[in-house]
């Protein structure tokens, strides 16, 4: 089946414009310069109260899992099903497409499947907490699904970012019942496959000229600390070859870093993102430098490999200056392929829509990595404008995102 032709492409645009301008307003963000939604928050609780009125709207059940992500359904609980959505939640200093524009890219899926008699078994999630922005934890809601967090980390180690309190007491205080976490498994029961819609967050398809990227891996990737410890003298008084200066192990660390992921090449990053120096001021030498490493790729063995090779070299080059290095790896999680049947799927379909696309890898990690433990999974990108991501500016076509529906909408009946 291809619904190349039967679908109004402009109506499914106005709407999914209409929805993501509506997030936008003050009711849905707890700042007046950028999209600021996250866990537990009054304006969180109001985002998933408008998409369980537009999906009731068309005949679904709204249910969130116990510790709040939502779940609405077409079919009776576990029958069999296509799974879509994204996360509603946002980075800090978020704009209006992260995330949002998945979760209403799936509703507009829904409304189609309604509207043209289509009769396919769908069920819409919007995980809790993908962006880490109340807890510091990237993934946390798919993560709960898929049972990768512990007792110990939701009632201590989770601890919310503006007061400190455990993740438990927050869910706890709004209403959930974090002492059934196990039970947020059964989320995906039923599920036959699932298919995520993101902006790219990067600029390959606007700079290929491409509107639809089908995802065929999602990187893993190694978050890491790097603490170097110097002395601390006077900038002006120190000679400079009486200096233990930590940041220069920082600017070499760099450097390297830089050269290890060129060389490793397989779509390998790497990026020292945070930078803690003390004590900060600058007519002092630091005493003590902390920086972050974040390094991924589609392929394990390369990115854990510069992983193992920067902190080692850190070491070295501390020691070399007669400093101390210590690495420290924060998280780790694998690289994630697709499903071949799901991504052949969305290529035929994309070829029937006569749209151009591009099979790519996704750098940026995705509540999809969890969902794959358990469910056949895909990924549908579609432009944003100069790879604008995590920020205000994030841009994105909703005319993008409305042949995106199209295409999902084409495989996943062609997968019944």
């Known amino acids: 089946m291809t619904t190349a032709g039967v679908i109004d492409r402009?109506?499914?645009?106005?709407?999914?414009?209409?929805?993501?301008?509506?997030?936008?307003?003050?009711a849905f963000t707890r700042s007046s310069e950028a999209?600021?939604?996250?866990?537990y928050t009054p304006e969180y609780r109001r985002t998933l109260d408008y998409f369980k009125g537009e999906l009731e709207r068309i005949g679904f059940t709204v249910s969130e899992d116990p510790v709040g992500t939502l779940v609405a359904r077409n079919r009776p609980a576990a029958e069999p099903a296509f799974g879509i959505g994204s996360h509603c939640d946002s980075n800090r200093n978020g704009g209006k497409y992260d995330g949002t524009m998945g979760v209403v890219t799936a509703l507009e899926v829904c409304r189609l499947n309604a509207e043209h008699g289509l009769g396919l078994?769908?069920?819409l999630i919007?995980?809790?907490?993908?962006?880490?922005?109340?807890?510091?934890?990237?993934?946390?809601?798919?993560?709960?699904?898929?049972?990768?967090?512990?007792d110990e980390d939701l009632r201590e180690r989770f601890r919310a970012i503006d007061d400190g309190r455990s993740f438990w007491e927050h869910a706890e205080c709004a209403g959930y019942e974090p002492a059934r976490w196990r039970e947020c498994g059964s989320v995906l029961d039923g599920l036959t496959g699932w298919i995520e819609m993101h902006i790219e967050q990067a600029r390959v398809l606007q700079d290929t000229g491409n509107r639809i990227g089908i995802v065929n891996a999602i990187a893993g990737y190694v978050h890491a600390d790097v603490v170097v410890l110097g002395r601390g003298d006077h900038a002006g008084a120190t000679p400079m070859d009486l200096r233990l200066d930590p940041a220069l192990v920082l600017a070499e660390t760099a450097i390297e870093l830089e050269r290890l992921a060129r060389d490793a090449g397989q779509g390998t990053v790497g990026t020292i993102g945070e930078i803690d120096i003390e004590p900060g001021l600058i007519n002092a030498i630091a005493s003590r430098v902390r920086?972050?490493?974040?390094?991924?790729?589609?392929?394990?063995?390369?990115?854990?490999?510069?992983?193992?090779?920067?902190?080692?070299?850190a070491v070295r080059s501390a020691e070399a200056r007669d400093m101390r290095a210590e690495y420290t790896e924060r998280q780790a999680l694998a690289?994630?392929?697709?499903?071949?049947?799901?991504?052949?799927?969305?290529?035929?379909?994309?070829?029937?829509?006569?749209?151009?696309?591009?099979?790519?890898?996704?750098?940026?990690?995705?509540?999809?990595?969890?969902?794959?433990?358990?469910?056949p999974t895909a990924m549908v990108f579609v432009p944003c404008k100069d790879g604008i991501s995590h920020h205000?500016?994030?841009?994105?076509?909703?005319?993008?995102?409305?042949?995106?529906a199209e295409i999902i909408l084409t495989a996943i009946a062609s997968l019944q």
């Not at 106005?14 to 307003?25: G, Q, V, Y």
């Not at 205000?392 to 995106?404: I, R, V």
């Open 335 to 375: 690289a994630t392929p697709m499903d071949k049947r799901i991504v052949g799927a969305l290529e035929q379909a994309a070829v029937a829509a006569g749209e151009p696309y591009r099979q790519m890898h996704s750098g940026a990690a995705h509540d999809t990595m969890c969902v794959a433990d358990r469910i």
């Open 121 to 123: 078994p769908l069920q």
């Open 126 to 150: 919007s995980f809790l907490e993908e962006e880490g922005s109340g807890f510091g934890q990237m993934l946390l809601g798919s993560r709960i699904v898929a049972q990768r967090v512990t």
């Open 10 to 26: 402009e109506h499914s645009a106005a709407r999914i414009e209409r929805d993501i301008e509506h997030l936008a307003t003050a």
């Open 35 to 39: 999209i600021r939604r996250y866990a």
């Open 392 to 404: 205000p500016a994030e841009n994105a076509d909703s005319a993008d995102a409305a042949l995106a």
């Open 291 to 313: 920086f972050s490493l974040d390094i991924r790729g589609p392929v394990d063995a390369a990115y854990r490999g510069i992983a193992r090779e920067i902190g080692a070299f």
